[in-house]
Each structure stands twice: as structure tokens, then as C-alpha cells.
């Protein structure tokens, strides 16, 4: 087992036992409120979340330390929630617990820890490991040593604690007052690193493959909580004037963000448009900044005017600036595009310009490639598109397109973009693709129609030599054999100088001979065993095949014309498993499907690898059903034997 998979399953028990330690304090509190059950609670189920993450993405990737760092960002909700959790029970319970002021002493820094393992994330993430160079080792060092720092000079501090906890003393060596400026750099070096880090990871984005920077983008728009935390803790000393729910809904968006968005970053990171959440995340971060500086300018100009009635006034000119930015987010969210997302507002302006451009008549749809090349920088781009009925993406050459970014239309898979194209662009493409698939669909249908028509032509022609021939061969020889005798048997009738007799039988054998010929011509062209219906005719089929043929006929009486083409599917589909596919049995059935067509299916369990397209006469029977409407499908996978499977409209 890799080492970060072992950490990471150390710091999911160890965060098991504080989560319960912290729920075990709260049964000794003599009543506690819906907030202490809130807090341990949601301490608890936080950690849970972020721990359960971890295991599973260690799980997933081993090797990673990614994992391991979600387990210890799971770990501190509880860690803190315990450390405070023992002095508030020892308050609630009117005297201390063994060691409480010891351990409040030692957790006055321990708020770092919200913050010190997510920005070891950013430095490490996606790939487990910190970029090379001097910059990203120091912002490492920092994160790790600066913190210590702090909580080991905030645990020194002589400073009274604030109430409840204004009896609690300070059992624990403490410094002068003199030396406290020192934490204060210290706390201002963690912003420096907190803003040091994200550098790291800006840089890392610049220098990553397409996949790594899509993680990146999802891991970024968790990450952004980091500042955000800030900012609800001025929020609320601004409004309250000391900590309160505004930074908990920071910290949660925190340790909910993070953890979720990371896995999803390094497991599913093609799940959805990364660049499409984080502009919304963006605009939204905006209005709300906006919304809060209204804000805070209403109550300081409300305060001076108004004294202690600023408050409404606030609230007021808030709720008014709100009415205004909301329907107005759309032309934010665009200008933010514009700021941070030129590519892809390029990318979404020139497919909608295409498409008008179709619409008028000015450019063709197959132009898509090329406009998606050069709106995202990107001349290696490819669009490949699946054509009706097909399982392969093609470009508009007919080169395979193995790989890339779906392009869906009604939840199906239409077309494929091998390059770096995001996935809003994709969608807005969908049109596009599925204009130049009917294209192509209708294209080919059209070049089939002329293949099939020529095909038609050369087979009749063909079929036309083969009769002359065999009529001047076969029946034709023999009339003109007939009557040569029968006039020489004229003209030696009386002078018993020729056996009339003899010559006469040999006239009649020459004529059987002829008519056997003609019908053999004839049943080439129709067998005459039809005239009895398809039922006799495939049972005489079944008699003259050389191998075990079942056959099977369900439905009323067919047309003729129905039942010539059913029997001749049937007949060369046979007469190819026999000679080609070397089949031991064929089964043949034909049936009537309910909306009214009739479906012949001939299978067989040869040796398969049939191929309409190489001149066999299954070709032929593509072009004899295509003649009537219907449609001829051919299954044949190497071993598996062959189906063959016409569908023939047949309207009673």
C-alpha cells in the first residue's frame, strides 16, 4: 500500500475518535442548546464529508497525496470543535474539567488549521506534487513553519481572554506584551502566503496539459472560499463587530467546496463546463461584492447622518442596488467572459455567426471545423460527426475522429471535438453538426441512389446478354434443329429415302428438350413455383438445398411482387451460407410485422465475414429491396455465422 493511502486511512480513524470525543463532551453539558447540537453536529458531519472524500479519492489514487490532505482538512472541524467544545463544558458545568485552561491556552492559534492544509492542496494539486523551482519550495516552507510560528506566540500571549472565558488563567509560560508585534507579522505572512500560493497555482495552470488545467479551473472555484472566508469575517465586523454567522457560511463553503470539488476535479473533471461555473461563480461574486459595498457605504454615510437609524437606511439603498444588479447579472456575466474568457466568447461569437451565415445562404455548415479552429487557437483541432445508423465519428473527409468532447443533441452522442474546445462551446455547436449529418446522411442516400440505378442498369444488361446467350445456345439451336428436320422428313416423305419415323421421334426429343430450357429461362426470371405461393416455393427450396434449411412462413398471402423479392432474398442468402459461409443449417422465417411490413430473416451458423460491398450478390439484393422501399441489414461477424434481414413495405 502506498504511504499517502496509509496516512490518509490514519487520519480518517484519528478523526473518527476526536468527532466522537467532541460528541461525548456534549452529553456532559447539564443543557445543552440547539446551538451546541448544531455546532458538534455540523463539526462532525463536515469533517465526515471531507474524510469520506479523501478515502475514496486515495482509494482511486493511491499514489497521490490529494487524498491525504482531503482527510486532513476533514480532521480540523472536529479538532477545533473538540479544543473548544472542553473549555465551554467545563463553563456550563460550574467548574473546570482536568486541564481545560491548558487547553484553551494551547488551542488561541489553532484557527490556522482552517487554513494551512487547503493551501497545501493548492501547492500539491492535481498532480501530488510541488512545481519545480526555488519560489514554489519557499511558499511550502512558509505554510508549514508560519503557522507554528503564530500559534506558539498566540498561546504566549498574557492578553486577559475575552468573556466567558474571562476567569480562565494562564497556566502555561506566557511572553511580554513587547514581543506580540512578531505575531502580528506572523498573521500578515500567512495572507502573503495565502496570495503566494494561489501564484503557484496560477503558474502551475499556465504550464499544465488541457486535462490538468480543467482540474485546476474546478479546484480553483473551491479554492476561491479561501479569500471568501476573509472577506465574510470583515463582513462580520462590519456588521456585527465580531465574528459571526458570516464567517461560518465562509468556512463551510469552505470545507464543502474544497473537498467536493476536488474530487470531482481529479475523478470527473469532464463532468460539466468548468469555464461556464466558474464565470457564474465570478458574476455572482460581483453582484454580491457590489450588493456589500452598497452596503457598507449606506450604513457609514446612514451613521452620520442618521445615528443609530442607519441600519434601515442600509437595508433600504441594499435592497434597492439588488432590484437594479439582478437583471443586469446577464450583462455582468458577459462582460466577465469577456474579461477572463476572451477564447471561448470568440469560440461562442463565431459559431453564431456560422450559423446566420447558413441561414443566409453565405456559408456552407462543414465550415465548423475551420471556425472553431481559429476562434480558439487551435489549428489541430478536429470535428468529427456520427452519421445515422453509423458507430465510428468521421470528419467531413471521412477521417476517423477517435477521441474528444461529445457534442449531445436530445441526450444522444452526434459528434465528437478532438481539441480544446469547452463544453458551452460544444453545446452551441450541436445544431451545426446535426445540419451537416443530415447533409451527409442525405449526400450518401443520393450517391447510393445512382450506385444502386447503375448497379440496376449493368445487371440488366448483363442479365439481357446472358438470355440472348442462352437462347442462341440452348433453345434457339434446337428450334432451328427442330425444323430442319421436319422439313427434310417433307421433302423425303414419299421416297423411303430417310427413317421418317426415327426422325420424327428425334424432332419431338429436340422439342421436350427446348421447352425444358425455355422453363429452366423461365424459372431464372421468376420461378414458376411461386405460382402456387412463397409457402411451396421456399419448401422447394428447402428440398434442393444441399444442407439442413428450416424454414418458417407466418402472415396471409403476400402480393406477388412481395413474395418474388421475399423468395429471392431467401434463395441468395442461402446459396451464398452454402458456398461461401460453409453453414451446416439456415434457418428462414417470414413474418408480418404489426405496422403492416414483412420482415425475411435468413441466418445461418457459417464461418461469417460477409461483405455486401465486395461485388457478391448480396449487393444485388440491396439494390432488388431498395427497389421496392425496403431496407436490407447484414450481420456478420467473423465466427458468429450471418443474418441476413430485409424489412419490405407491403401495403394491403
Given at each position: 500500500m502506498?504511504?499517502?493511502r496509509?496516512?490518509?486511512?490514519?487520519?480518517?480513524?484519528?478523526?473518527?475518535?476526536v468527532?466522537?470525543g467532541g460528541c461525548?463532551?456534549?452529553f456532559?453539558?447539564?443543557d445543552?442548546?440547539?446551538?451546541d447540537?448544531?455546532?458538534v453536529?455540523?463539526?462532525?458531519v463536515?469533517?465526515?464529508?471531507?474524510?469520506?472524500?479523501?478515502?475514496?479519492?486515495?482509494g482511486?489514487?493511491p499514489a497521490s497525496?490529494?487524498g491525504?490532505?482531503?482527510?486532513l482538512?476533514?480532521?480540523?472541524?472536529p479538532l477545533?470543535?473538540?479544543s473548544?467544545?472542553?473549555?465551554?463544558?467545563s463553563?456550563q458545568?460550574a467548574r473546570?474539567l482536568?486541564?481545560?485552561?491548558?487547553?484553551h491556552q494551547?488551542?488561541a492559534g489553532?484557527?490556522?488549521?482552517?487554513?494551512?492544509?487547503?493551501?497545501l492542496?493548492?501547492l500539491?494539486?492535481?498532480?501530488?506534487?510541488?512545481?519545480?523551482?526555488?519560489f514554489p519550495?519557499l511558499?511550502l516552507?512558509?505554510v508549514l513553519?508560519?503557522?507554528?510560528?503564530?500559534d506558539?506566540?498566540a498561546?504566549l500571549?498574557?492578553?486577559?481572554?475575552?468573556?466567558?472565558?474571562e476567569d480562565?488563567?494562564?497556566?502555561?509560560?506566557t511572553?511580554p506584551?513587547?514581543?506580540m508585534?512578531v505575531a502580528?507579522v506572523?498573521?500578515g505572512?500567512?495572507?502573503?502566503?495565502?496570495i503566494c500560493?494561489?501564484?503557484?497555482m496560477?503558474r502551475r495552470?499556465?504550464?499544465?496539459e488541457?486535462v490538468?488545467?480543467?482540474?485546476?479551473?474546478?479546484?480553483?472555484?473551491g479554492?476561491?472560499?479561501?479569500?471568501?472566508?476573509?472577506?465574510?469575517?470583515w463582513?462580520?465586523y462590519?456588521?456585527?463587530?465580531?465574528v459571526g454567522?458570516?464567517?461560518?457560511l465562509?468556512?463551510?463553503a469552505l470545507?464543502?467546496g474544497v473537498?467536493?470539488?476536488?474530487?470531482l476535479?481529479?475523478?470527473r473533471?469532464d463532468?460539466?463546463?468548468v469555464?461556464?461555473?466558474?464565470s457564474a461563480?465570478v458574476t455572482?461574486a460581483?453582484?454580491?461584492?457590489?450588493?456589500?459595498?452598497?452596503y457598507?457605504?449606506?450604513?457609514a454615510?446612514g451613521?452620520?447622518a442618521?445615528g443609530?437609524?442607519?441600519?434601515l437606511?442600509?437595508s433600504?439603498?441594499?435592497?434597492?442596488?439588488a432590484?437594479v444588479l439582478?437583471p443586469?447579472?446577464?450583462r455582468?456575466r458577459r462582460?466577465?467572459?469577456?474579461?477572463?474568457y476572451?477564447?471561448?466568447?470568440?469560440?461562442l461569437?463565431a459559431?453564431?455567426?456560422?450559423?446566420?451565415?447558413?441561414?443566409?445562404g453565405?456559408?456552407?455548415?462543414?465550415q465548423?471545423?475551420?471556425?472553431?479552429r481559429?476562434?480558439?487557437?487551435?489549428?489541430e483541432l478536429?470535428v468529427?460527426?456520427l452519421?445515422p445508423?453509423?458507430?465510428?465519428f468521421k470528419?467531413?473527409?471521412?477521417?476517423?475522429?477517435?477521441a474528444?468532447?461529445?457534442?449531445?443533441a436530445?441526450?444522444r452522442?452526434i459528434?465528437?471535438?478532438d481539441?480544446?474546445?469547452?463544453?458551452?462551446?460544444?453545446?452551441?455547436c450541436?445544431?451545426?453538426?446535426?445540419t451537416?449529418?443530415?447533409r451527409?446522411?442525405?449526400a450518401?442516400?443520393l450517391g447510393e441512389?445512382?450506385a444502386?440505378?447503375?448497379?440496376?442498369?449493368?445487371?440488366g444488361?448483363r442479365?439481357r446478354?446472358?438470355?440472348?446467350?442462352?437462347?442462341?445456345?440452348g433453345?434457339?439451336?434446337?428450334l432451328?434443329?427442330l425444323?430442319m428436320?421436319?422439313r427434310?422428313?417433307?421433302r423425303?416423305?414419299?421416297?423411303d429415302?430417310v427413317?421418317?419415323?426415327?426422325?420424327l421421334?428425334q424432332?419431338?426429343?429436340?422439342?421436350?428438350?427446348?421447352v425444358?430450357e425455355?422453363r429452366?429461362?423461365?424459372h431464372?426470371l421468376?420461378?414458376?413455383?411461386?405460382?402456387?405461393?412463397l409457402?411451396p416455393a421456399?419448401?422447394?427450396?428447402?428440398?434442393r438445398a444441399p444442407?439442413?434449411?428450416?424454414?418458417?412462413?407466418?402472415?396471409?398471402?403476400?402480393?406477388?411482387d412481395?413474395?418474388?423479392t421475399?423468395?429471392f432474398?431467401a434463395?441468395e442468402?442461402?446459396t451464398?451460407?452454402?458456398?461461401h459461409?460453409e453453414?451446416?443449417?439456415?434457418g428462414v422465417v417470414?413474418?408480418?410485422?404489426g405496422?403492416g411490413?414483412?420482415?425475411?430473416?435468413v441466418?445461418?451458423?457459417g464461418?461469417?465475414?460477409?461483405n455486401?460491398r465486395t461485388g457478391?450478390?448480396?449487393?444485388?439484393?440491396?439494390?432488388?429491396?431498395?427497389?421496392?422501399g425496403?431496407?436490407l441489414?447484414?450481420t456478420?461477424g467473423?465466427?458468429a455465422?450471418?443474418?441476413?434481414?430485409?424489412v419490405?413495405p407491403?401495403?394491403?
Open positions: 502506498h504511504w499517502p496509509r496516512l490518509s486511512l490514519v487520519t480518517a480513524s484519528l478523526t473518527a475518535v468527532a466522537s461525548t463532551l456534549l456532559l453539558v447539564p445543552p442548546t440547539a446551538g447540537v448544531l455546532t453536529a455540523g463539526a462532525a463536515v469533517g465526515a464529508f471531507s474524510t469520506g472524500l479523501g478515502v475514496f479519492v486515495s482511486r489514487r497525496p490529494v491525504f490532505l482531503l482527510t482538512i476533514g480532521l480540523v472541524p477545533i470543535m473538540l473548544d467544545a472542553y473549555g465551554y463544558v463553563l458545568r473546570l482536568p486541564g481545560a485552561e491548558v487547553s494551547l488551542s489553532l484557527w490556522t488549521l482552517w487554513y494551512v492544509p487547503v493551501m492542496l493548492v500539491v494539486f492535481p498532480d501530488g506534487r510541488l512545481p519545480a523551482g526555488r519550495r511558499v516552507y512558509g513553519v508560519d503557522p507554528v510560528v503564530f506558539v506566540l498561546t500571549d498574557p492578553t486577559p481572554y475575552d468573556p466567558p472565558y480562565f488563567g494562564h497556566p502555561l509560560p511572553a506584551s513587547s514581543l508585534w502580528f506572523s498573521l505572512l500567512l495572507m502573503v502566503l495565502l500560493s494561489m501564484l503557484v496560477r495552470y499556465r504550464t499544465a488541457p490538468q488545467r480543467a482540474q485546476v479551473k474546478w479546484f480553483a472555484l479554492a476561491v472560499a479561501l479569500p471568501g472566508t476573509l472577506l465574510f469575517c463582513t462580520d462590519l456588521l456585527f463587530g465580531e454567522v458570516f464567517i461560518w465562509g468556512l463551510l470545507y464543502l473537498p467536493s470539488l476536488t474530487a476535479a481529479i475523478l473533471h463532468l460539466y463546463d469555464d461556464r461555473a466558474a461563480v455572482w460581483v453582484v454580491t461584492a457590489g450588493l456589500l459595498a452598497v457598507s457605504a449606506a450604513s454615510s451613521g452620520l442618521l443609530r437609524g442607519s441600519a437606511v442600509a433600504a439603498a441594499t435592497a434597492l442596488v432590484v439582478v443586469v447579472k446577464n455582468v462582460r466577465v467572459d469577456r474579461r477572463f476572451p477564447v471561448r466568447q470568440a469560440a461569437a459559431v453564431r455567426a456560422l450559423e446566420r451565415a447558413v441561414h443566409e453565405r456559408a456552407h455548415p462543414e465548423l471545423e475551420e471556425a472553431l481559429e476562434a480558439l487557437r487551435a489549428p478536429r468529427g460527426y452519421l445508423g453509423g458507430t465510428e470528419d467531413v473527409d471521412g477521417v476517423r475522429v477517435t474528444g468532447l461529445l457534442v449531445r436530445a441526450g452522442a459528434g465528437v471535438i481539441g480544446p474546445c469547452p463544453r458551452e462551446v460544444a453545446t452551441a450541436a445544431s451545426l453538426v446535426e451537416v449529418r443530415l451527409a446522411e442525405l450518401g442516400a441512389v445512382e444502386s440505378r447503375s448497379r440496376l442498369l449493368r445487371a444488361y442479365e446478354r446472358r438470355l440472348e446467350r442462352d437462347l442462341h445456345d433453345a434457339q439451336s434446337r432451328v434443329t425444323g428436320a421436319l427434310l422428313a417433307q423425303h416423305l414419299d421416297d429415302t427413317d421418317v419415323d426415327g426422325l421421334d424432332a419431338v426429343a429436340e422439342l421436350g428438350t427446348a425444358a425455355l429452366e429461362l423461365a431464372g421468376r420461378p414458376s413455383s411461386l405460382d402456387d405461393g409457402g421456399l419448401e422447394a427450396l428447402a428440398a444442407v439442413r434449411l428450416d424454414w418458417r412462413l407466418d402472415g396471409r398471402a403476400l402480393p406477388d412481395i413474395a418474388t421475399a423468395y432474398v434463395s442468402a442461402v451464398n451460407a452454402v458456398k459461409a453453414a451446416a443449417t439456415i417470414v413474418r408480418e410485422d405496422d411490413a414483412v420482415r425475411v430473416t441466418r445461418d451458423d464461418r461469417g465475414g460477409a455486401p457478391s450478390g448480396l449487393s444485388g439484393l440491396t439494390d432488388r429491396v431498395a427497389a421496392l425496403g431496407r441489414h447484414i456478420s467473423a465466427g455465422g450471418t443474418t441476413v434481414e430485409a419490405l407491403c401495403v394491403s
